[in-house]
């Protein structure tokens, strides 16, 4: 499979912005070559404009699904659209939408864990579902930034048979290095892929200074950006998986019996 990640730095409160600073991003060298999947990072459209949700929040997510869709199909590639802010019924959500390589929407997941030291909680409403689906013929599983502090959500999804686990984030340069162990540890207890897209720049709290990832399921980094904007592409070979998973079967020897709370 060959994965682009496009790691950008995002204008707050701007959507028509960032979604033009997108297709300046994706020039001609993306088209010819032929990626697989692409990955885009957290709130791409807004940033952390949390207080202009109001006014700049995609209606359902309709912009941003018509903006995914396109792009799919222009370039033939399943797209993981990163994360947009989304109103629905009143309520704020931090969606993620993915694509097939024919425009369809394939996937929705709103972020399951709300991130209090981006004061998320109190503008946003937290999502209830996981996130398992197919790309091609690749089972994905797919979370959004602060969820990869909560392993068993993410071992929930895996446990279904996912070999790759897909990251958007906006993580801020004073914790990056957190960032890379966690999804290094991420990739080796679940003996799957990690796809991980960081945004860069300047935010409206923090700073950002990209660092996006993958990793292969042993916790080897195949992939490292640095702080720059940019399409960045990388090959990953998904047929290790079943023999990594073979030589130390985990998902066999869980002891769901005892894993229960209460």
Known sequence: MKIAILQMAIKEGQP???RQHVL????????LNQVDLLVLPELWDTGYALLDLEACADTDGREARVFLSDLAQKYHTNIIGGSIARVCDGQ?????????????LIN????????????EDKYLSAGDKDSCFWLDD?????????????????RKQIAKGSKLLVVPAQWPSARISQWKILLQARAIE???????????GQGLLDSFDGHSLVIDPLGNILLETDVQEGLSICD?????????RGQMPVFA??????????
């Open 24 to 31: 300046d991003l994706l020039d001609e060298e993306f088209a």
């Open 108 to 119: 929705r997941y709103d972020k399951v864990h709300l991130f209090g030291l981006m004061a």
């Open 236 to 244: 990953i070979d998904l047929s290790v998986i079943e023999e990594i």
């Open 253 to 262: 020897d869980r002891r769901l019996d005892l894993y229960k709370e209460g």
């Open 190 to 200: 679940n003996q799957a892929f990690v796809v991980a897209v960081n945004r860069t």
């Open 16 to 18: 028509d912005h960032n």
């Open 138 to 154: 690749v089972l994905t599983s797919q979370v959004i930034c602060y969820d990869i502090r909560f392993p068993e959500w993410l």
């Open 92 to 104: 704020y959500y931090n969606t993620s939408y993915s694509f097939n390589r024919n425009g369809q």
